[in-house]
């Protein structure tokens, strides 16, 4: 049970306080609901960029580090598709510096001209390093362009091509600021050492005299219900052949959302899970394979990815993935299986919330999802899955004309 | 409220850091156990650790390869029912092989450690090798390599560290792939006989401890044929390169440089390492670096530029890593030397030293968080041989090194000739 306090000020900013008195530190995070899905298709990776900017001074304060580090503080931040999250960690006794710093970027940044033209390149290298000078770097550009026709989900969070990087002006990013930075549009975080009274305190005297801004409204395209199998074939100068089958998905506030978890954990989650045993240890047609989903707030997608033994072939390892998938589609699960997969999730959940870094930003993204004590929810729905609910959607999700294929050929 | 001025803070020199103690005892066998029970999640993190790293191998990745296929099979159980024993309880078993030590953990919720340990125990006394695990387990490794040689990173530290140590030396040594070819089922029996059955233990286990925790893991572990870990370890001689610089072609369509500039160190032993700890802090240890605030936040040459002292028992190396834009490796070179010239020549001003200061502190009070963190810092003196003496020393150390003492270490250990200087495209 994870125990917080929540209030509201003036502006519309959100703000969840989670006490925990056994660590001497405190966590302040900072949630912007804005990720690479509300980017202008022309300027993708812009969110991204923009995390990078963030750290390029306030309009008070010229760094945003070396406070935060005199105070004994470190911090992070991290984009995905749905948001961008920013989080410091620094002892209780120094929390107002956090306060201050995140307050005056949420206010105004400083919009440096030289701050830009570093962190274009900065990301730059940072999309090579992760996705040019690395074999199979580029499968998650293709898949997504694969997979989602009108979603803006069909580009990556770094961004669909280098250039829109390398382009981005600081109109652009001032634009951005305004539109998405906003008290509204953010849920803070404040956990460890830390009093509901200090923290309202401080939020009062920090978050409150900046301006509410105009809200945003999220208005996306539905990616419409996918009806005959996608593939796509590519060669390129990799070791090994690569099979990726993706298929949608649901909502990540979907009651079905859970259901479709457990089957990614009942196909690939360890050394017991089924696809590891019949195609890793048995046929040994893949050198491994793994299962997963995208986890994202907008419907997403869920993975079967595997690099082949050398020398066999593509349609044998297709073959025998879809015999899997047609094994549990009729014969559905056992209950120990289930349960294994359920004890499974228990187990994760403890492990994740030991940390106090993951407690904040976990408590900020199911705030966000619309209800932060969903949180303590969680474990009770997916105990709730039933056998049947894993064999009915294991046919609804595996549907041939669901499926999107990603062939990736071995040049050598 | 005036935003110019920064908040009053609490500077590091006055936090009162303390390491919680750690719980200590011994098996029936003499085993030596390390336990900390606190925390607020049910959960108990055991690792058992054996002196059979690679320092111990008479043939490259015997040692990591008995450590995997430790799961893979005993005289009563399949490498699937090995899994599906923990996997039922939710529960994690990991391995894994480094320089000298070789690791076996189990990561559960508490009410499931006497379900669990039991498997353990069965896979460190009756794994069997099979052929037909071995055999799987060779060409799924060959893969990986493969797939891994492919990139320039990897590469780069595989040469770095053979530079540094020579290639027969376990911290210089790496595998090719018809090094996998040769393993064979026997010689992993007999390293499993000698560094497993009978080989030198120590235990760590943290968590919210079940109260017979002694009795589970004396009746676990208590009556097998393990010896306590006794930190000698057989010198191997090195022999580092003789050539310093070199520029290495291995993908022609790379588009970034990997740069290791590196040279040898000592360890935690050695007078000025506690000193030279914070000067790499200053150097490139953390985002508010010398090296990162002008290679990646003035110039932008790369994602990230980080320097470190390696973390090995035996003998260290100073290596400073990143990976930059194929046009500008070689002035990102020229920088690196840069920095290392004003760390020699220049005081470091008392701001930037507070500020070094206040983030190591800042950064051990936050790692003292949680039984697991905590057990990693009493683990890592546990393996060196070291006692809490020098977790205190070295947190005087960050409060009172002085600048005229970093400049005179840059000038004894930052020296350009002194280092290896490869670039891996």
Known sequence: ?412 | MNRLVAPRIKDAIEFDLQLKPCQRFTLHNGVPVYAIDAGAQEVVQAELVFYAGNWFEQQKNIAPATNYLLKNGTSKKTAFQLSEEFDYYGAYCNRACYSETAVVSLSTLAKHVPETLPVIREMITDSVFSESELDIFKQNSKQRLQVNLQKSDFVATRLIEACLYGDQHPYGKYTNPEDLDVLESGSLKNFFKQYYLNGQCVIFVSGKLPVNIEAQLNMAFGDLSLKPFNNQLATISQQPAAEKKYRVQNDVHGVQGSIRIARPFYTRRHPDFMKVMVLNTLFGGFFGSRLMSNIREDKGYTYGIHSYVQNHIHDSAWIISTEAGKDVTEATIEEVYKEMKRLREDLVDEEELLLVRNFLIGTILGDLDGPFHIMGRWKNLALNNLTDDFFYKSIETIKTVSAEELRDLAKKYLNPEDFYELVVI
């Open chain 1, 1 to 412: 049970m994870i125990q917080f306090e929540k209030f509201e000020i003036a502006n519309g900013l959100k703000v969840l306080v989670h006490q925990d008195v056994s660590t001497p530190m405190a966590v302040v995070n900072v949630l912007y609901d804005v990720g690479a899905r509300d980017e202008d298709p022309a300027k993708t990776g812009f969110a991204h960029l923009f995390e990078h900017l963030m750290f390029g001074g306030s309009i008070h304060v010229p760094v945003y580090d070396e406070p935060l580090q005199l105070a004994g503080g470190e911090n992070n931040a991290f984009t995905t598709n749905d948001l961008t999250n920013y989080y410091c960690q620094l002892p209780s006794e120094n929390l107002e510096t956090a306060f201050w710093l995140e307050s005056d970027r949420m206010l105004s940044l400083a919009f440096s001209k030289k701050s830009l033209e570093v962190q274009r390149k900065v990301v730059s290298e940072e999309f090579k390093e992760h996705y040019i000078n690395k074999p199979y770097g580029d499968v998650w550009h293709k898949i997504r362009a694969l997979t989602y026709t009108v979603h803006p989900y069909k580009w990556m969070t770094i961004g669909a091509e280098l250039s829109h990087i390398k382009n981005a002006t600081l109109d652009d990013v001032k634009a951005f600021f305004k539109k998405h930075y906003n008290p509204s549009n953010a849920i803070l975080v404040v956990a460890g050492n830390v009093t509901v009274e200090e923290v309202k305190r401080l939020t009062e005297k920090w978050f409150a005299p900046i301006p509410a801004g105009e809200k945003y409204i999220r208005n996306l395209p539905a990616e419409p219900k996918q009806t005959a199998a996608r593939s796509n074939s590519v060669r390129a100068n990799v070791p090994l052949d690569a099979l990726y089958k993706c298929w949608h998905i649901y909502p990540r506030t979907d009651p079905r959302y859970y259901t479709a978890d457990l089957i990614t954990e009942i196909l690939s989650g360890g050394g017991s899970s089924r696809l590891f045993q019949s195609l890793v240890k048995e046929k040994q047609l893949f050198s491994n394979i793994e299962c997963y989903h995208l986890g994202s707030t907008d419907p997403g997608l869920l993975v079967i990815e595997g690099k082949l033994v050398k020398g066999m072939k593509m349609e044998d390892a297709e073959a025998a993935i879809n015999e899997e998938l047609v094994k549990l589609q009729n014969e559905g699960i056992s209950q120990r299986e289930l349960e294994k997969v359920k004890n499974k999730t228990e187990s994760m959940i403890a492990f994740e919330d030991m940390e106090i870094t993951n407690r904040a930003a976990s408590l900020a993204m199911y705030e966000l999802m619309g209800d932060a004590d969903l949180i303590n929810k969680e474990l009770e729905r997916y105990r709730a899955v039933t056998a049947e609910e894993i064999q009915t959607e294991s046919k609804i999700i595996f549907d041939e004309r669901n499926s999107n294929t990603l062939y990736y050929y071995s040049n050598n």
